[in-house]
């Protein structure tokens, strides 16, 4: 047998095996106490080699290894060690130390507003001195840190013992401090998520903190949002986001085709018709702005009354709340119709071929809306959607009284209200 041949199927493996792995057997080895020495697998794929050949029936495994030349060792009773699978599940953890504190940012780092290339190479490290050369964060950002903090033991127990521990000077872990203040160059106040109860609605509690409310709706956090109690009213609250465009699209379609069709052979009213279509895309982008910085973010005070801080935060201030929800990134589909329907009413006494301006407009507000959820979970590498990611990350988490342009900065420049974003040395990446 030539020990450099590469095996790529399952041809060459006795009857009833099956091996998913490319196999590269250079001598034949020992593999009675960890993985064999002699053989490459590629990287991060030793512990699955055991762990897959030793989960086969035994006899079967007998069989393979004796093919291969391997001896085996193991004796039948030994029981496998199936932590391996559990460290290999460990070995995916992104486990930070910074300030004396301990985080899990394993589900946050495609969510991370600077990408994820900005943390490379800190797993399992301190990383207290690049976070204190980076930009500062903002507090909104620091709070949101929060909710990834883990203690030292949690931080022992998810860790595999081979990438090693994080460790103080002496090679052990410290017990966290007891003290809650936190020791970045942003001072931030404690965590206000006592005033609420997270296991239950959201909305009927806002009731009771509209002394604050302001204050806490623009903290955010990373955890699941109930916004109702009734499961049949809290299911109307998320949208898919291909719902959007699935029940759109017809609808636009409909709003501009009969005048479409009647126009088609005359150029002149097909300009006609592509002018008000656009300008109904223009008004679009004016009604975002003018919802987004006057409804959405109206000033809000501890003498609000209880009824508009609960509407506005079912209206929007859920999702600076709740940012990454990716069912709350969207807006429902049936509010948004009785929306359209009151605001094309007026206007259809007033305009000229009004249903071509809402074709426009509804056309103007579909991409607003896909374009809003792929500023959040997408992955651009186009360099102006990269910039408008970073914008709206601003607006979230930086600078929550400007930017309120999302499809368009336009607006933001006219009303001067443009968040003015710090060239780059390099390319985000968000996957």
């Avoid at 020495?37 to 699955?48: A, E, N, Q, Y």
């Avoid at 052990?172 to 239950?200: A, C, F, G, I, Y």
């Avoid at 609960?310 to 709350?328: A, E, S, Y």
């Avoid at 910039?387 to 009303?415: C, N």
């Amino acid at each position: 047998m030539n020990p450099n041949r590469r095996y790529q199927d399952n041809n060459w493996l006795p009857e009833g095996l099956a091996w998913p792995f490319n196999v590269k057997l250079l001598a034949q080895t020992d593999i009675s106490e960890g993985p064999p020495t002699g053989g490459t697998l590629g990287r991060g794929r030793k512990v699955l080699y055991v762990q897959r050949i030793c989960l086969l029936k035994l006899d079967k495994a007998e069989d393979l290894l004796s093919f291969l030349g391997i001896r085996l060792t193991v004796a039948k009773s030994k029981p496998i060690d199936m932590d391996m699978h559990k460290e290999s599940e460990a070995n995916d953890k992104f486990i930070v130390k910074y300030r004396q504190q301990y985080y899990d940012l394993s589900n946050f780092m495609h969510k991370h507003p600077g990408g994820i290339n900005t943390l490379k190479g800190l797993s399992s490290g301190d990383m207290t001195a690049r976070f204190l050369k980076a930009p500062p964060h903002s507090d909104a950002a620091m709070y949101l840190m929060r909710e990834y903090k883990i203690d030292p033991e949690d931080s022992r127990k998810r860790r595999s013992s081979h990438n090693g521990d994080i460790q103080e000077s002496n090679g052990e872990l410290r017990q966290r401090p007891r003290e809650t203040e936190d020791k970045n160059n942003n001072q931030v106040d404690e965590s206000m998520e006592h005033l609420v109860d997270w296991s239950k609605a959201m909305l009927p509690q806002i009731a009771n903190i509209t002394d604050c409310y302001d204050e806490w709706v623009h903290k955010p956090v990373d955890r699941p949002l109930r916004l109702f109690g009734p499961w049949y009213l809290e299911m109307c609250t998320k949208t898919p986001w291909w719902l959007v465009p699935l029940f759109w699209i017809p609808v636009i379609v409909k709003c501009g085709w009969e005048e479409l069709y009647s126009c088609w052979h005359d150029r002149n009213q097909l300009a006609v018709f592509a002018g008000y279509f656009l300008f109904g895309v223009l008004l679009w982008s004016f009604l975002e702005y003018t919802l987004h910085r006057w409804v959405f973010h109206v000033k809000l005070s501890s003498n609000s009354g209880k009824w508009i801080c609960t509407f506005h935060f079912m209206i929007h201030g859920l999702h600076h709340k709740v940012p990454f929800d990716p069912m709350r990134l969207v807006f429902p589909p049936l509010p948004g119709a009785v929306l359209a329907a009151i605001i094309y009413t007026p206007l259809s006494f007033i305009l000229l071929h009004p249903r071509v301006v809402l074709s426009g407009a509804l056309a103007g507000y579909l991409c607003y809306d896909m374009m809003h959820y792929y500023l959040h979970y997408g992955n651009p590498s186009l360099g102006a959607f990269v910039h408008m990611k970073r914008y709206h990350h601003h607006h979230h988490f930086s600078h929550q009284t400007l930017g309120y342009g999302i499809s368009s900065p336009l607006w933001d420049v006219v009303f001067k209200t443009r968040i003015h974003l710090r060239k780059l040395r390099y390319q985000l990446r968000w996957s």
